[in-house]
């Protein structure tokens, strides 16, 4: 934009929203020389921190689509963004394989069709013969646990995701604004964003990342854009129980929808997205565990040390994310309901792609 050139200014952009996708926005963004602003009045206590970091990628049954499009552009992104990451933090890593899992025969015949569909993908079977099937088996005190294994897909710890971002963002020197942005207003090529303790932002471009709340901020009836609440929510159970060792389990599985990760001999987190509300019910902690019949007694006998949960939004009447140029300057980027990390490299990348257009 020659008014940019003109002025010798780099174009700066407000992003509202600190979760993931306002975080990896953010960094490529000014990995491309843009001065930019991060709001957000929980800036690290958002659904992000809430989240299972688990990346659902060529597991995903279809193929066809947008959302398996960005599926697979996220796939091919992430390794690039893990060797970026890693100069922060050497310890971060995707942590692969990743298995899911059913207990109901026509649905393991389903995902064994999958399987023989997609030769070259990283797929396998699970049998109930195999080491995998018997260890949970074992655990679990069932006898038919069977599903499918995928060797490129995998978890990547989301503590440690976003404590590298924040070091990044840091070291590049982010603005950050711990406030909440209620009003923004276009005055003539600039945009202004007003905060709820009067701070006033002017700026170039405005990306929304902040989930049902951008719906307050560009009026949903203009625009036709609908938001559900959707709760991501885990419980982190311990057991005293000698019969089991958890760490025999895989690190990180998903049966009959409910994900689970092993973290120590007598610890696991079982977490689930699956609520429509914007508070969890009073014994949806304890649903959680309620993803087979005739639970062992370990499981009936937990002890809950840990329990959280994260406010989400799920688009209705169109497909999950919402991506979309609102108005000159203007975008919007929220609705990852189930796949904020996973499609969070495919989100930035189409944010900077539309930026360095209207930039020009």
Known sequence: MKRLKENLQKPHILIVGAGIIGKFNAIELSELG??????????????????????????????????????????????????????????????KPLIQLTTNDERFERLKEFVYENPNEGLEIVEEESLISKNINKTFKTKNIKGIISHKDGRIDPMSLLNTLNIYLKSKKINFLKDEIIQIKKLNKKWIAVSKNNNE??????????????????????????????????????????????????????????????????????????????????????????????KPKWLSKKRVTRKWFGIRSRPEGEPSPVQKNLSDGLMICTGFYKNGFLLAPSCSHWVANELKKYFI
């Open 34 to 95: 843009y001065q930019i602003t991060i709001a957000d009045p929980a800036l690290d206590k958002n659904s992000s921190s809430a989240a299972l970091g688990l990346l659902m990628g060529n597991i995903y049954q279809k193929r066809n689509g947008r959302s398996w499009l960005l599926r697979k552009q996220s796939l091919g992104l992430w390794p690039k963004w893990i060797k970026f990451l890693q100069e922060f933090n050497p310890e971060l890593y995707i942590e």
């Open 201 to 294: 932002i002017k700026t170039d471009a405005i990306v929304l990342c902040n989930s049902l709340n951008a719906l307050n901020l560009i009026g949903d009836k203009h625009h036709n854009i609908q938001l559900k609440p959707v709760i991501g929510q885990a419980i982190e159970i311990c057991t005293s129980s000698d019969e089991v060792n958890l760490l025999s389990l895989p690190k990180h599985f998903n049966i009959n929808g409910k994900n689970i990760i092993s973290t120590t001999k007598n610890k696991i987190i079982i977490g689930s997205t699956d609520e429509y509300d914007e508070k969890p019910e009073e014994n949806v902690f304890e649903k959680l565990t309620d993803f087979i019949e005739n």
